[in-house]
């Protein structure tokens, strides 16, 4: 069969800002996207051969005891002891095993969801994957609210809950965590060093409040081979993001993927401004200069894998 043609050029990532929006011209949601299951099927195979969500997506119990020492990934000469919160929060089997869906959507956190009207879309597919505990109920129409799937950053703790400075944080993350009502939350607790102290203390309230979410943290080979397999096709990343990381895994357990909400572009498809997170005040050009992230290159791989059936990318209105 025909190869995957991910990224035709190998060509830095160089970020024009003026004008990146207008060269990534997707076409509205009723021209005529069609779904390629064969080259899906290809994508799936392929990705297996680098890592395997039904394993990768988390650590199990079995592998590890408390005391263990983990060196991070990012920072190798940095190590972690795992605790017993850890040990017991870490699940006995994959949370994905023998998981099959018809359709999944992932919703990345770009501004572009605003005034979107995808919220109902997103609700009606089987999985719905988000990112870093982004708040749903306030934006439920342009986002829906079910949730099957959200990762957390240990960043977030300090981002959007304060550190959990006093009581008042402590209990909005707590409801938050409440909220996903059985849900799995995915914490990459061993990526990088300094996230270390908001992973005890998320391990801590869970167990404390008995609250109703499964918890998985990503394995440590994860990173590399998502980074493998992607730089196999050309698309050299750094670190990738969470959305590719879960485009990725669900290419595994998904059969048809709808991306939401993937958008790093300052300015939509009209010349329009558009927020870097739909929900905060955080600037774009934050990740640029703070983390070696390379959104535009991998927007420009998955705009390709969508104009090849493979995915689908909706970056305007829904209908
Ligand atoms: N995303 C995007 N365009 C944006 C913002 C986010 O395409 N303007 C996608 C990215 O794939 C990103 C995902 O949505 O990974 C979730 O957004 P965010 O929470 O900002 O992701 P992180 O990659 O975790 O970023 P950070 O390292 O800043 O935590």
Redesign the pocket.
Known sequence: GAEVVINGSSSPAVVDRSNESIKHNIQPASAKWRHNQTLSLRIRKQILKFLDAEKDISVLKGTLKPGDIIHYIFDRDSTMNVSQNLYDLLPRTSPLKNKHFQTCAIV????VLLNSGCGQEIDTHSFVIR??L?PVQEYARDVGLKTDLVTM?P?VIQRAFEDLVNATWREKLLQRLHSLNGSILWIPAFMARGGKERVEWVNELILKHRVNVRTAYPSLRLLHAVRGYWLTNKVHIKRP????LMYTLATRFCNQIYLY????FPLDQNQNPVK??YYDSLK?G??SQA?P?T?PL??KALKSLHEQGALKLTVGQCD
């Open positions: 990345g956190n770009s501004g990112c870093n982004a950053n960043s993001t969470t959305g590719l909400g993937f958008w790093p870097y997170h774009y934050y990740t983390s992230h959104m991998e927007f």
